[in-house]
């Protein structure tokens, strides 16, 4: 409107689909049957992974190139927001996941996902997931757990072990404060990795060691490719 496109807002009167509340975490036996499913491998599994031990949005997982590890972290070059702009530490099987596909490779770590919809390179593989999680959980489990209830369950277990100043650094979130959104030149390193290291830890915890063990086995998901 303020660049004379259009002469009225086509969102006025639009409402928020009620759905939406309903939007949960998974609990701690849903992440043990999700991954346990044989429904559950390769590139799907990999990138569930990370979206749920670094807190990532699945579009910027897939977006993620060899080039952006960096110090035991990733760096995130673009998304929703400017806070989404970052360096991301990694640890426990998120750290295994990303450091095997980067290894020999350039470009994108997810290789096998290609752009879909509105140029998401997601697009193919959040359907997957959404096929995926019907046949684990039954048709209308995507009323309650989505692709971002992985963020969600991160979010969980984060505030159990870290602070929120923290935790939000972590999510790409913006800071609430004055100090925070403009004077401060960020959480220093060590801190993020700390906080880090302790989610991981407490989602290995409470899902179980014997859980991951796939991911240090060196069997990463290139068998199962992802087009559109």
């Known amino acids: 409107m303020k660049q004379g496109h ?3 807002n086509p969102w006025h009167g639009l409402t928020e689909s009620p759905g939406q509340h309903l939007k949960r975490a998974y609990k701690f036996e849903e992440i043990r049957k999700f991954f346990q499913s044989e429904h559950v491998k390769g590139v799907l599994r990999d990138w569930m992974a990370v979206a ?5 949005r699945f579009e910027d997982a897939v977006q993620i190139k060899a080039e952006d590890l960096e110090n035991g972290g990733v ?4 998304g929703k927001t400017e806070a989404n702009i970052r360096w991301v530490p990694l640890s426990g099987p998120a750290l295994s996941v ?3 596909r980067a290894q020999g490779r350039s470009g994108y770590v997810f290789h096998e996902v290609k752009s879909g919809n509105f140029n998401r390179r997601s697009h193919a593989i959040s359907k997957q997931f959404g096929r ?4 684990v959980f039954g048709k209308g489990a995507g009323e309650r757990i989505d692709a971002h209830s992985f963020r969600r369950t991160y979010a969980w277990f984060g505030e159990q072990v870290t602070d929120a100043v923290l935790l ?14 403009v004077y401060s030149a960020g959480a220093f390193v060590e801190r993020l990795k700390e906080a880090q290291d302790a989610i ?4 290995i915890e409470k899902t ?3 859980l991951w063990e796939w991911a240090n086995d060196g069997q990463q998901g290139d068998e199962d490719h992802v087009d559109i």
């Open 52 to 56: 749920l031990f670094t807190g990532l």
């Open 200 to 203: 991981s830890g407490l989602i």
């Open 208 to 210: 179980g060691a014997d």
């Open 98 to 100: 990303i450091t095997k």
């Open 6 to 8: 259009v002469e009225a």
């Open 168 to 181: 939000g650094r972590l999510m790409g979130h913006q800071g609430e404060t004055l100090a925070l959104r």
């Open 132 to 135: 995926v999680r019907d046949k």
């Open 75 to 78: 760096h995130i070059r673009g």
